[in-house]
């Protein structure tokens, strides 16, 4: 890796030649695991901070994209943008996931909080140690 952090590159392994923002998270969190610990710091620390900007991984149950494709297809259909970088439409999964990472900004989840409510769409989540979960939606 070389240079601040948005030129970071990785010089080795399965990413090799890919810039730090382009490496998955999973990759960058086991760099900075245990697993990972004869490697200097000069490769931790720049993972680290990448990891720390980075918005959190939000993983959805099937129940809750089943009550998206229920309960919420004409907010879908109506406010679906193009995946990046492509021309096809976001599916219902990829809005999912965007529609919960806005409502995350403006209300975090923290321990105990049942579930929180955005642009019409009560999201409900479950906090696993670092992992996030959706694990229902209820249109407001």
Known sequence: ???GLGSFR???????????EDVPTSYLKW?????????GTHIK???MR???IRPQEIFIT????DRCSQRLLKQWQADRQPVEGNEPLEGIAEWLRR???EALKVYPVTVGTPAIEHEGIKFAFEK???ALTLVTVIKK
């Open 1 to 3: 890796m070389c240079g």
């Open 10 to 20: 990785f010089t080795f392994g399965i990413h090799k030649g890919k810039r730090i």
């Open 31 to 39: 760099i900075t695991g245990p697993e990972f610990e004869d490697r």
């Open 45 to 47: 620390e720049p993972c």
């Open 50 to 52: 990448e990891l720390a």
């Open 62 to 65: 099937d129940h809750a994209l």
């Open 99 to 101: 529609k919960a990472t």
């Open 128 to 130: 696993n140690g670092g």
